[in-house]
């Protein structure tokens, strides 16, 4: 779940200001954690106190109020009656890669992605992309090789993962959706060689970057491994201690 987390923080300085190139400073001095670091400790906590996955996220998220949610989100966040949106945005991919680490059948994975995004993103697309970012991780995290990862997503959730992140790069432009995202951050893992390969091509995919870096890190941490000492301590510094702790509490019983 660090992989995610730090993706986000890496991303979150070039989502206004998208760049095309994957040479920059990993760790720019602007760079923050945003909802998408926020939204995922959220589910982890969920999973490993046992409660609704919206309790946790409405707890948590009311806690970080300028994370830089989206308007409908923050609506849901701060309503006294919170009912679903119909949304298919990427927030419900960007925040399920807990789910991928913790639940150890297919099954199991599919549905407990449903349940993260149908609180908020009840759109079949928003449920999709959960789902089909949630399987990436589990069968990284399982053994599967890419070849494998590939057909799997492909095969079960029709998105297009014959297409390679150069290729991708030229016109691609910010996109919140699920169907505009989560192809494009399974890609950009298909193509790396270690985990910051992988979060260095989403982020010059010059998208929705903190998203994208989120989604993609996530997988990326779970094929190959770990993520390098150096950044994990980075995110420990820069997130606040309570977010931390939850962080540091699902790594070790859930990696």
Not at 9 to 22: D, H, L
Not at 81 to 108: I, L
Request: contains cysteine; negative net charge; proline residues 5%.
């Amino acid at each position: 779940m660090i992989g995610a987390i730090a993706g986000d923080i890496i991303g979150s300085i070039y989502e206004q200001s998208p760049i095309k190139t994957k040479d920059f400073p990993l760790f720019d001095p602007r760079c923050r954690f945003t909802d998408d670091s926020v939204l995922t400790i959220a589910v982890a906590d969920a999973i490993l106190a046992g409660w609704p996955y919206g309790i946790s996220i409405r707890e948590i998220g009311r806690r970080y109020p300028d994370a830089g949610y989206g308007g409908s989100f923050f609506r849901w966040l701060h309503s006294d009656d919170p009912q679903p949106y119909n949304s298919w945005g990427n927030g419900a991919a960007m925040r399920v890669s807990p789910v991928g680490f913790a639940f150890d059948t297919e099954k199991d994975v599919l549905y407990q992605a449903k349940k993260t995004a149908e609180i908020t993103h009840n759109h079949p697309e928003g449920i999709k992309g959960a789902q089909a970012a949630a399987l990436a991780v589990f069968l990284a995290r399982t053994g599967h090789d890419k070849a494998d990862i590939r057909k799997q997503i492909t095969r079960r959730f029709e998105y297009d993962l014959d297409r390679t992140v150069d290729k991708i790069r030229p016109a691609y432009a910010f996109d919140i959706s699920c169907q505009g995202t989560v192809p494009e951050a399974i890609i950009a893992f298909l193509d790396s060689v270690s985990y910051e390969d992988a979060v260095r091509n989403a982020v010059s995919l010059g998208g929705d970057s903190d998203t994208l870096a989120c989604i993609t890190g996530a997988i990326a941490e779970a094929f190959y491994g770990t993520v390098p000492t150096f950044i994990r301590t980075k995110v420990k510094d820069l997130l606040p201690p309570d977010l931390w702790a939850i962080t540091d509490q699902f790594c070790r019983q859930c990696n």
